[in-house]
């Protein structure tokens, strides 16, 4: 995530004008900006939240964002003109069975501690408002 986090910061800055601000590089090409916000949110992580909270938060973060992207079968098969594009052997199985494992895993790591999935989706709703806020106008 060091590497692929500053350039996704930089893509979201070229590919929605209203982050112009987070595509800024230095003169070798790398993602400056994106780099300090990331250091920067680490700092954050650091400072205010113990090294197994970091690892429950990111591991829960990361869990809902693949479930998400997974549940996304579901739909491009149903709006896309040829069904037959989005094959997935044995479907509709493995991405039902990939998304209440890791339902599962996502209950079981915050059972104990409840405030993980309330941070996990603190930061999804930050970024849908980022999401709304930046539009798709411009690209």
Known sequence: MTIAGPRVLEAMGED???LRFLSGKNRFGMPFTGMLIQTG???VLVLFSSFKE???????SLS??????VAGIFILRKSASDPGAFRV????????????TTLWM????????YQIILYTLGTLVMGTVLY????????
């Open 16 to 18: 929605y004008p209203k």
């Open 41 to 43: 949110w680490a700092l």
């Open 54 to 60: 970091i690892v429950q938060y990111i591991s829960v």
């Open 64 to 69: 809902l964002s693949a479930l998400l992207t």
């Open 89 to 100: 052997p044995f479907y509709p199985w493995p991405p039902v069975i990939f998304i209440i």
């Open 106 to 113: 996502i209950v079981f790591a915050t059972a104990n501690d």
């Open 132 to 139: 709304l806020f930046a539009g798709r106008s411009g690209v």
